[in-house]
């Protein structure tokens, strides 16, 4: 089938995507010993045991031996189905150290989920990852433990907006964060994600480009916009920056209003006051966050760039701008480190899914990911064109 896209663009763009050799990740040491396929299911007296070991820290005993009383189930469940669970960093706690095969941000899931042998991939994350997941599977089944999991940087842009640009800005290509949903991705060109959104437009400027249509996050446009040299305007009709640029062509990004509702909620101010309160704090931030914040912080990168930095960089005590839940994971995993902590920038739509959902779903066979084959088809070429490059 025709792909629109690639009509638009320069003959320099992949005319197909290359996909690269795919390194196996093993599952996570956390549970080597228990899933799927030749590994046994623990015993519930060792998960609660090891979800303690990790948890006490955080949650009150009797909360982890609850929650393990559900994790254990849906681990039985998960190796009878031949499962695979993958687990977001922003997975609340009990979850993520308990029930995952893998856990990581979307660029690692995505990779995760098209190597997997599991028939059933149980997705605890947000619905566009359940769709990128089924766009990279689309015969085997993908759950997702609740609908309810949305992002307000994929409900900020429509497939008609991204059609809108396109007859606007003819041959510019689109470049569209992996959040985004299946729809949006069918009219893309690329995909990036935060761990490699500067690769990607780096790649299309090394291809000749001088502009580029990078949507729907902002913030994470302006940031990369600023690391590789471009100015970032919004399209006319949504701003009063960049008519005179577009006009004459002159090298830009083209961004689009939306924002991730959690990160633009820290602010410089926010910034000065705990440098104050604790001078010796290591700040790192997430690339949705403004570049106003993102100027006073000391490291930026994506969910998996914070954990490895966290890991990497010895600092007297250190502060995650982004979700709450993925602060206390990592505490949870370096209790040697001293982290601050946040309890009110919790993602909604990440916290629609617990352990709860998660059982209930699999049981049933609840909340399947379902998409057309024409949209598995066109937003498939941008995730393995991205892919190819990083
Ligand atoms: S943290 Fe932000 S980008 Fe991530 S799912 Fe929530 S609203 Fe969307």
Avoid at 83 to 101: K, Q, R, T
Wanted: aromatic share 6%; net charge negative; charged share 25%.
């Amino acid at each position: 089938m025709s792909y629109p896209g690639m009509f638009c663009i320069t003959p320099l763009f992949h005319t197909a995507a290359v996909r690269p050799p795919i390194m196996k990740r093993q599952p996570r040491e956390a549970i080597m010993s228990d899933t799927i396929g030749v590994f046994e299911t623990p015993s519930l007296e060792a998960t609660r045991e090891r979800m303690r070991t990790l948890l006490s820290g955080l949650l009150p005993a009797f909360e982890i031996d609850m929650k393990a009383e559900l994790a254990h189930e849906i681990n039985r469940l998960k190796k009878q189905m031949n499962a695979v669970i993958l687990g977001h960093n922003y997975m609340e706690p009990a979850l993520y150290c308990s029930v995952p095969d893998y856990t990581g941000d979307s660029l690692e899931l995505a990779r995760i989920s098209s190597e997997t042998e599991a028939e059933v991939i149980v997705f605890c994350g947000v619905q566009f990852m359940a769709e990128t997941a089924k766009i990279l599977n689309p015969e085997k089944t993908v759950l997702i433990p609740s609908e309810k999991a949305g992002c307000s940087l994929a409900e900020a842009i429509t497939a008609e907006d991204v059609r809108q640009l396109k007859a606007q800005f003819p041959g510019v290509p689109v470049v569209s964060y992996v959040n985004t949903y299946a729809e949006v991705k069918a009219e893309s060109d690329y995909c990036c994600t935060s761990g490699n959104a500067e690769k990607v437009v780096r790649y299309l400027l090394e291809q000749g480009h001088n502009q580029v249509i990078f949507l729907p996050d902002e913030y994470l446009a302006r940031n990369t916009a600023h690391e590789v040299g471009l100015e970032f305007i919004f399209p006319p009709e949504n701003g009063v920056h960049g008519d005179g640029a577009m006009a004459e062509k002159k090298p830009a990004m083209i961004g689009w209003p939306g924002r991730c509702e959690v990160h633009e909620k820290f602010e410089v101010e926010d910034i000065e006051r705990v440098r104050k309160q604790f001078p010796d704090v290591a700040i790192v931030a997430h690339p949705e966050c403004s570049p106003e914040v993102v100027a006073l912080t000391d490291y930026t990168g994506s969910t998996k760039q914070m954990i490895e930095y966290v890991r990497r960089v010895d600092a007297p005590r250190y502060l995650l701008l982004t979700e709450c839940s993925m602060g206390d994971n990592i505490a949870a995993e370096n209790p040697e480190k001293e982290m601050l902590r946040l309890c009110s920038v919790r993602c909604p739509h990440m916290n629609q899914i617990t352990l709860e959902d998660t059982l209930e779903g699999m049981r049933n066979l609840r909340h399947q990911v379902s998409l057309s084959e024409d949209i598995i088809k066109r937003a498939r070429l941008p995730i393995d064109r991205m892919l190819a490059i990083v």
